[in-house]
């Protein structure tokens, strides 16, 4: 299924140069700028009027003003404290007020990180690679992005208590409990995968973690269904219900 | 008490509360350079006692309508403003605000020209009257950086000024946290007003911010005039409020100045020179 074909990592270095989902991409709405967090670093995401996601470092290169309390124009960022305006894609500075008739210096640029859309979310890398994330896109299920949980505990917390038991049911208005099992996605630290299933029918719910800080987490959830005829919004309660009861958990842990 | 900063700080005068605040019975609580302090008005003697921990603090003095405490062994003198003994100035403090950051951010923040038509859009700038002219920057002989010849197009300079008009701006940075500006006064133009800003470092990472307003009376009111620099002040705070990271930096590169920024760039040049460490990210 989601199959990020990605290498096993550390919450360290070495897990700079890959793929994490920051963001629901519903989230990112136009004409607005959303802050996220990654290993640490702040992200300003900002989705331009043709639908480019811009992944940002929040920070204006002027005099360092969070850019996530700026402005998007649609095609521009304009920075709170002075106005100074920045491309979409680019992030070349375009225009400073206070010189009007001067045109900003190639080094007046805000630092970017690799961004991308799939599968629902808003995928970053740190290291802004040339190369787009790798997603094997899934064979004809239907994908739901359940809603996001944020987590006051480590990734590697998150993951072992995913690993120990995400408890959920095919369907949570018939009380029955099935077969289950739970495993890492190609040994990747940060991506579990938990399933159930009874006869023909099943169903799969991939965890993305993203690692906000070392201490915390956001647990982002995609859920597939074969043959479940289940309510749609009892199903998304229902792990909506099981993912905050994960937290309390790992936040105890 | 051991120094927690450079003696350039440590020794000298820091503005911590209003005396106005102190009024009320009971300790009024602060921090200055890491040191928790205890402020308490004497109701018989109307004097104030101060206290680092428990250690009585032996430097200290009211000036301005502030209270003025010095930790270490005072070097110099606090800052003296002829403008403010004028029989015709109305002399004011227009609050102590705490703010989430380092105060050389204040500080620069208040130097600051370009900003003025987007943070106080409406009031002390307006698009499209963006462009910083050029203005001159020299070292004070006292230590310190003055700024001459600003002029910024403000729409509502003072809390009297009825209608916009080019406003011409001296800044002068008299100590690290001590910078005050002169701006001409809207109804007698060759007399300028005077706003103080005396920031009190509390941590590394934070600051409040004092303001003392001299301006000449003409009808201001004094609750006006504190309205008015509140307003402003509160337009300023957010904008510093996220600046990261939340200490200036002093190592050129780390953040790009433009021409308007002259002011600025000689205060953090003044800063490395001086040796100012404390809430600044000094250069390597």
Not at chain 2, 261 to 280: F, K, N, P
Request: hydrophobic share 40%; with cysteine.
């Amino acid at each position: 299924m989601s199959a990020i074909g990605l290498t096993a990592a550390g919450e360290t270095s070495a897990a700079i140069d890959r793929w994490f989902p920051v963001a629901r991409g519903e989230e990112v709405v136009p004409r607005h700028i959303v802050q996220a967090q990654l290993l640490g670093r702040e992200i300003a995401l900002w989705r331009d009027d043709n639908g480019l996601v811009n992944a940002w470092e929040n920070r204006c290169p002027h005099r360092g003003v969070r850019l996530s309390i700026g402005l998007n124009t649609g095609t521009e960022l304009h920075c709170r404290y002075h106005g100074w305006r920045y491309a979409s894609g680019s992030g070349q500075c375009t225009y400073i007020p206070a010189h009007p008739g001067q045109k900003p210096a190639a080094t007046m640029r805000v630092g970017r990180f690799g961004s991308a859309e799939a599968h629902g979310f808003v995928w970053v890398n740190l290291s802004d690679p040339a190369e787009p994330p790798m997603l094997s896109t899934p064979a004809g299920e239907q994908l739901t992005t359940l809603r996001s949980i944020y987590t006051r505990a480590p990734a590697s917390t998150v993951a072992a208590c995913l690993l120990r038991g995400y408890r959920f049911a095919l369907d949570p208005t018939v009380a029955a409990d099935s077969p289950m099992d739970a495993a890492l996605v190609a040994g990747d630290p940060y991506t579990v995968r938990a399933r159930v299933h009874a006869g023909q029918r099943e169903s799969t719910v991939t965890f993305l973690l993203q690692p906000v800080s070392a201490s915390d987490t956001v647990i982002h959830g995609l859920l597939t269904m074969h043959d479940v005829t289940a309510d749609r919004l009892a199903v998304l309660r229902h792990h909506n219900a099981q993912m905050s009861a994960l937290r309390d958990t790992a936040e105890s842990a | 008490m051991r120094p927690r900063a450079e003696s350039l700080l440590w020794d000298d005068w820091h503005a911590v509360a209003e005396f106005e605040q102190l009024s009320r019975p009971g300790r009024f609580l602060t921090t200055l350079l890491d040191v928790p302090l205890t402020l308490e008005r004497d109701p018989k003697t109307d004097s104030v006692l101060a206290h680092a921990g428990d250690e009585p603090i032996a430097s200290l003095r009211l000036k301005y309508g502030f209270v003025w405490v010095c930790l270490g062994d005072p070097a110099r003198d606090i800052v003296n403003f002829p403008e403010c003994d004028d029989p015709d100035r109305l002399l004011g403090t227009a609050g102590s605000v705490r703010v989430a950051v380092s105060g050389l951010r204040a500080v620069e923040n208040f130097l600051d020209l370009s900003h003025l038509s987007f943070v106080h859009a409406g009031f002390l700038g307006e698009e499209p009257f963006t462009e910083v002219k050029s203005y001159s920057v020299e070292s004070s002989p006292q230590g310190g950086v003055i700024a001459k010849g600003c002029r910024v197009y403000q729409p509502k300079a003072s809390p009297v000024a009825r209608e916009g008009f080019d406003v011409d701006y001296t800044y002068a940075v008299l100590r690290p946290y001590i910078v005050v500006l002169y701006k001409a006064n809207p109804v007698e133009p060759q007399r300028r007003d005077m706003i103080a800003l005396f920031v009190q470092p509390v941590s590394e990472e934070s600051c409040v911010a004092h303001l003392l307003t001299c301006y000449l009376r003409h009808g201001v009111e004094a609750a006006a005039v504190r309205r008015f620099q509140q307003f402003i002040f509160g337009q300023d705070r957010p904008i510093l409020e996220n600046q990261l990271p939340k200490r200036l930096p002093l190592t050129a590169g780390r953040e790009i100045p433009v021409r308007a920024d002259v002011a600025s760039a000689a205060y953090r040049r003044w800063l490395a020179e001086a040796g100012v460490r404390y809430g600044a990210i000094p250069a390597a």
